[in-house]
């Protein structure tokens, strides 16, 4: 069963910067789009950003584009997104999911993502 774990998420001051980490097991990370989404109270599920496999094409939410990036390390079979000038908007719960190749058109409803982390919670805050 493929099993998802998030990490780095924690408090940072506005403008601040996290690194949030994915470990993938029981299954090759790099084949497979892998989607960071967020939810914070009262509010629906994000997309964040999306990478799909093999090739690595990118997608981000307009909120985050210029300030996330995403990223993957194979040989550790984890992908990481990389959180810069982190805004009051940002705080969620980050989540990694996979479970289709690639990301697509409408990657960012979740819908077509069949396994998910546990989730890392981000607060920013001065």
């Known amino acids: 069963q493929v099993q998802l774990v998030e990490s780095g998420g924690g408090l940072v001051q506005p403008g601040g910067s996290l690194r949030l980490s994915c470990a993938a097991s029981?299954?090759?990370?790099?084949?497979?789009?892998i989607g960071w989404f967020r939810q914070a109270p009262g509010k629906e599920r994000e997309g964040v950003s999306c990478?799909?496999?093999?090739?690595?094409?990118?997608y981000y939410a307009d909120s985050v584009k210029g300030r996330f990036t995403i990223s993957r390390d194979n040989a550790k079979n984890t992908m990481y997104l990389q959180m810069n000038s982190l805004k009051p908007e940002d705080p969620a719960v980050y989540y990694c999911?996979?479970?289709?190749?690639?990301?697509?058109?409408?990657?960012?409803?979740?819908?077509?993502?069949?396994?998910w982390g546990q989730g890392t919670q981000v607060t920013v805050s001065s």
């Open positions: 029981r299954f090759t990370l790099d084949y497979y789009a």
């Open positions: 990478i799909s496999g093999g090739d690595g094409t990118t």
């Open positions: 999911a996979t479970g289709l190749r690639m990301c697509g058109i409408g990657w960012s409803s979740g819908s077509r993502f069949g396994s």
